[in-house]
């Protein structure tokens, strides 16, 4: 095949200058490696939904404070940080999140999304990185008018990713099916953005904007020679609605 996928390797004693795409990689992710991925994602997905739980289900004083539940879905733009030759390619995001009130404008807000990671190889190709990532933000918040009835705010913190689908879209195989793809199972990263919160009696309706950003390596692209080793980010825009349990708390 034409482009990115291709199986050429460069000379050892005269290295290529880097070309758009993925070259051989020789990794190959083996069935025991794969049992192993979906055993450690359902141990890690039932640890942090208990989680999650727990935190929705904190004592009386948390909840008379307004504890705050909503479901948010929208648009992303993501892109593979650090490997040269990449566009960046559009997905969707869909979860849930918490507020925690902490006192005052401050407030804790855990979450649990589905977003679609990735990036589109090459302006001229077809073919593109299509993952799919369970992520887990745990986010600080500040509300800049805790008692108003419209509210802007601002949030920041770390996630954890767990790659939960990885496809090569315009192929007829998936990423576990190649040898030019190595991804990883686990990555973290942070996340920072804002958005505005409006309340209607115990109803919330919210939205935003943030951008994710990988610290750790999410995927190795290349060959032994020369491997690239990419990190997510990507811009989230997002709408929500929710309830609010007890007092007002933060928006």
């Known amino acids: 095949m034409l482009g990115i996928f291709t199986t050429e390797r460069p000379e050892p004693c005269r290295p290529e200058p880097r ?9 190959t992710i083996h069935p025991p490696q794969l049992a192993r991925r979906r055993r ?7 640890t942090l939904t208990a989680g999650l739980t727990a935190a929705a289900l904190l004592p009386a004083a948390a909840d008379a404070q307004g504890t705050q539940v909503s479901v948010i879905g929208g648009a992303t733009y993501s892109d593979l940080r650090d490997v040269d030759g990449f566009d960046g390619r559009s997905g969707t995001m869909a979860g849930i999140s918490l507020l925690l009130p902490l006192g005052g404008p401050f407030a804790f807000q855990p979450e649990a999304l589905v977003v679609s990671r990735g990036a589109q190889a090459g302006s001229d190709l077809r073919e593109s990185l299509d ?3 369970f992520e887990i933000p745990l986010l600080l918040r500040v509300s800049l008018a805790p008692r108003s009835s419209f509210t802007p705010h601002l949030y920041a913190g770390p996630y954890l990713g767990i790659q939960i689908d990885c496809t090569v879209e ?9 040898e030019d793809i190595s991804t990883r199972t686990v990555d973290v990263g942070a996340i920072a953005g804002g958005g505005v919160t409006a309340g209607l009696g115990p109803l919330i309706f919210t939205g935003g904007l943030r951008y994710g950003f990988g610290l750790s390596t999410m995927a190795e692209i290349g060959d032994a020679e020369f491997r690239e080793s990419a990190r997510h ?4 825009i997002y709408v929500g609605a929710g309830i609010r349990f007890g007092g ?4």
Not at 19 to 27: D, K, L
Not at 170 to 178: F, K
């Open 170 to 178: 315009g192929t007829s195989v998936d990423c576990d099916d190649r």
């Open 248 to 251: 007002r708390g933060s928006r």
């Open 19 to 27: 070309t758009t795409g993925w070259e051989a990689a020789g990794h």
């Open 40 to 46: 450690g994602f359902g141990v890690v997905l039932a």
């Open 233 to 236: 980010g990507g811009f989230g």
């Open 131 to 133: 993952l799919d990532a």
